[in-house]
């Protein structure tokens, strides 16, 4: 449960919108991703931290943080960043627990792809107010 609480305030850490979160689900099949970034995990704790939403809620969250609206290349750049700096809080607030860990290059998902090799996983639904709705993945290998 440290993981899931981990993710949240990461998120609320870097975002500057108020979120709120419904109960986290455990996954029990695969995720499919049409948008958004996955970031890999390293060291004590292995799999992946994967962001997913509509392009409209990322370009909002991006309005939120930098006070225009961000699209294209800008938006696919923000994204990757947003990924890292969520990613990057989770592992510092994973410290204080015990466990160490790395993160990797994000990489940006554009297209329909599933991920479905991890053997434990967590989905936390967050919404985003008068914003819209995103899914946290917590892939674990």
Do not use: C, W
């Not at 923000?78 to 790395?102: H, Q």
């Not at 985003?128 to 674990?140: A, K, S, V």
């Amino acid at each position: 449960m440290h993981f899931i609480q981990g993710i949240i305030t990461s998120m609320k850490n870097v975002v500057p919108l108020q979120i709120t979160n419904s109960f986290p689900k455990r996954l029990e099949h695969s995720v499919v991703v049409d948008y958004g970034v996955s970031i890999e995990l390293i060291g004590d704790m292995k799999g992946k931290l994967v962001m997913t939403g509509d392009v409209a809620v990322f370009s909002a969250i991006g309005q939120s943080m930098f006070g225009m609206p961000l699209e294209g290349e800008m938006l696919d750049s923000f994204i990757g960043e947003l990924g890292n700096m969520i990613a990057g809080s989770f592992s510092t607030i994973l410290v204080e627990y015990g466990v160490t860990t790395d993160i990797t290059t994000p990489f940006v998902i554009k297209e329909h792809i599933v991920l479905a090799e991890f053997d434990k996983g967590m989905q936390v639904p967050l919404s985003f107010q008068d914003t819209g709705d995103m899914d946290i993945y917590l892939l674990l290998d």
